[in-house]
């Protein structure tokens, strides 16, 4: 018997028995019951969001040499003054680990897209700043990323399709007690009938 140290034993995960096994198939093919049944729409959500992205993707690195990822980080510098921030501020609007976004970066400054230098108001921080190159690539790669954006999603919605799509987004998003939920729920059939009017016109 293997010895941890000299007198404690390494215990060892005890074999499971067929009848172990048998049980433990049995309910992970109910548990893959109740998640094929109950996830059907989120499924759907995933693939979309998915497949729409990768088209995305594909398009922008294909037409601009210029990944996804580094146009979402020239898009979130633009809306700030001077197209500059600090590291951690851009860490949070993109949503990536400290170490994500600083691998990013790093190449997005070998590429000349961006400068990283020490802050000026907290030598402890990193500030990013667009360079001339940068704004040039992300000018040239809006036009064609709002074409595919309304040929992939945009264009396939009616008005009643992206007001009623508006409205279950910023119910995932928002943070409501459920009365003011409900009293939201009770609004939509306004807000679907005026959508549907205007698009009428």
Same mark, same amino acid.
């Given at each position: ?7 404690e034993p390494?215990?060892q ?11 433990v ?5 109910e ?10 729409l ?10 729409i ?15 996804l ?12 003054? @001077?197209m500059? &921030? ?9 949503? !990536?680990?400290? #170490?994500?976004v $600083?691998?990013? =970066? ?21 500030e ?5 190159? @940068?704004r040039? &690539? ?9 074409? !595919?954006?309304? #040929?992939?999603f $945009?264009?396939? =919605? ?6 009623a ?35 009428s016109?």
């Open positions: 018997m293997t010895l941890k140290g000299r007198n390494v215990r995960s005890p074999r499971p028995d067929h009848a172990s096994s048998a049980e198939a049995g309910e992970l093919e548990a893959l019951a109740r998640l094929n049944h109950q996830t059907p989120w499924q759907s959500f995933l693939a979309t969001h998915r497949q992205v990768e088209q995305l993707a594909d398009e922008m690195l294909r037409e601009h040499q210029l990944p990822e580094w146009f979402d980080v020239l898009v979130h510098l633009a809306d700030l003054p @001077g500059r &921030a600090h590291q951690k501020e851009l860490r949070d609007r993109v949503l !990536l680990s400290e #170490s994500g $600083s691998r990013l =970066l790093v190449r997005m400054e070998k590429a000349g897209l961006i400068t990283r230098s020490t802050a000026d108001d907290d030598r402890r921080s990193v990013i700043a667009v360079t001339d190159d @940068g040039a &690539a992300l000018l040239a790669a809006i036009e064609s990323h709002l074409q !595919l954006v309304a #040929s992939l $945009s264009d396939r =919605l009616t008005a009643t399709d992206q007001a799509l508006s409205w279950v987004l910023s119910k995932l998003l928002a943070r409501t007690k459920p009365d003011c939920d409900a009293s939201r729920e009770a609004e939509l059939p306004n807000k679907l009938a005026l959508a549907s009017k205007m698009a016109r």
